[in-house]
């Protein structure tokens, strides 16, 4: 097999309209099933495969040109009786509807015993969508290792196998949201927000217009822990509401979307980051600090 025939897996390609934004074009949806298919190992032999391909999150938005970070895990396993390499792609790039592998990598595997513990090994590269890729599909993709060399001539030998499949899914969006906010009462950063635990906030922006409602990212909005003597320009929030739960609206007179954020009042004497990211890929944050 060589360097540019690396195959296996499944990528699915949707496309749909979003209209109201700064573009209105079609949206490219890549589905990664990563696996392996390589060439034969002898029973007793020491195996190669591709365990797994991680990404930082579950599932990343990329516009033509742009490209997500992917951690790639390898683990041997078996009988080896010499000294083995073997070399990986780390960056892949989606042009014209194929996937090239660049950037790769070398191993190197000592002799080891059957039962010997799997040498595991990890490395980082990149998953990239070619400036100017329009929709279409589906492709298909593997990453697997290649140029396996053995220094001995006899005996047990590595050679790579059949993986596990695993999935990434990677969103490319041609359109963006014209974003505008926080609006009162919650303040942008650097500014610390102040308010009761347990409130509910009205979290206040515009995207130009009425965007519909499905607008957030996958498990957005979300809040975290953060250090609260990094932030020492503090505002008291002067407009709560009360509310059983987050909700989100859009008001046509104002023109805003109003999402309304139910704290926790376990929160008391902490200090969290309100992250609102949009299916558009782009994040916007505010900084609170919750009182009794």
Same mark, same amino acid.
């Given at each position: 097999?060589?360097?540019?025939?690396?195959?296996?897996?499944?990528?699915?390609?949707?496309?749909?309209l979003?209209?109201?934004?700064?573009?209105?074009?079609?949206?490219?949806?890549?589905?990664?099933?990563?696996?392996?298919?390589?060439?034969?190992?002898?029973?007793s032999?020491?195996?190669?495969?591709?365990?797994?391909?991680?990404?930082?999150?579950?599932?990343?938005?990329?516009? $033509?040109?742009?490209?997500?970070?992917?951690?790639?895990?390898?683990?041997?396993?078996?009988?080896?009786?010499?000294?083995?390499?073997?070399?990986?792609?780390?960056?892949?790039?989606?042009?014209?509807?194929?996937?090239?592998?660049?950037?790769?990598?070398?191993?190197?595997?000592?002799?080891?015993?059957?039962?010997?513990?799997?040498?595991?090994?990890?490395?980082?590269?990149?998953?990239?969508?070619?400036?100017?890729?329009?929709?279409?599909?589906?492709?298909?993709?593997?990453?697997?290792?290649?140029?396996?060399?053995?220094?001995? $001539?006899?005996?047990?030998?590595?050679?790579?196998?059949?993986?596990?499949?695993?999935?990434?899914?990677?969103?490319?969006?041609?359109?963006?949201?014209?974003?505008?906010?926080?609006?009162? $009462?919650?303040?942008?950063?650097?500014?610390?927000?102040?308010?009761?635990?347990?409130?509910?906030?009205?979290?206040?922006?515009?995207?130009?217009?009425?965007q519909?409602?499905?607008?957030?990212?996958?498990?957005?909005?979300?809040?975290?822990?953060?250090?609260?003597?990094?932030?020492?320009?503090?505002?008291?929030?002067?407009?709560?509401?009360?509310?059983?739960?987050?909700?989100?609206?859009?008001n046509?007179?104002?023109?805003?979307?109003?999402?309304?954020?139910k704290?926790?009042?376990?929160?008391?004497?902490?200090?969290?980051?309100?992250v609102?990211?949009?299916?558009?890929?782009?994040?916007?944050?505010?900084?609170?600090?919750?009182?009794?």
């Open positions: 097999m060589s360097k540019n025939t690396i195959r296996d897996g499944l990528i699915s390609i949707k496309s749909s979003y209209r109201g934004r700064t573009q209105r074009t079609a949206a490219l949806s890549v589905v990664l099933i990563i696996g392996l298919m390589a060439w034969a190992a002898v029973a032999d020491a195996d190669v495969s591709v365990v797994d391909v991680t990404a930082p999150i579950d599932s990343v938005e990329l516009a $033509p040109g742009q490209s997500e970070a992917i951690t790639i895990n390898i683990s041997v396993s078996g009988k080896q009786n010499g000294t083995a390499t073997f070399e990986v792609y780390r960056d892949w790039t989606l042009s014209g509807g194929v996937f090239t592998g660049s950037n790769p990598e070398e191993f190197t595997v000592s002799p080891r015993e059957a039962q010997d513990p799997a040498n595991n090994f990890s490395t980082s590269g990149n998953v990239s969508v070619a400036a100017g890729e329009t929709p279409g599909g589906p492709y298909t993709l593997a990453i697997g290792v290649f140029n396996i060399t053995n220094t001995n $001539p006899t005996g047990a030998k590595l050679g790579a196998r059949y993986s596990s499949a695993y999935n990434v899914t990677v969103v490319s969006q041609l359109s963006t949201y014209t974003f505008s906010g926080f609006f009162r $009462p919650v303040e942008n950063p650097p500014i610390l927000n102040v308010v009761k635990a347990g409130s509910a906030i009205p979290v206040k922006f515009s995207l130009d217009g009425d519909g409602l499905d607008i957030f990212a996958e498990g957005y909005p979300k809040s975290e822990l953060i250090t609260c003597g990094s932030i020492d320009i503090a505002d008291g929030i002067d407009e709560t509401i009360t509310a059983g739960s987050s909700s989100l609206s859009y046509a007179t104002t023109d805003q979307y109003n999402y309304v954020w704290t926790d009042k376990t929160w008391t004497d902490t200090c969290r980051q309100l609102v990211k949009l299916d558009d890929g782009t994040s916007h944050i505010a900084n609170f600090k919750f009182s009794k």
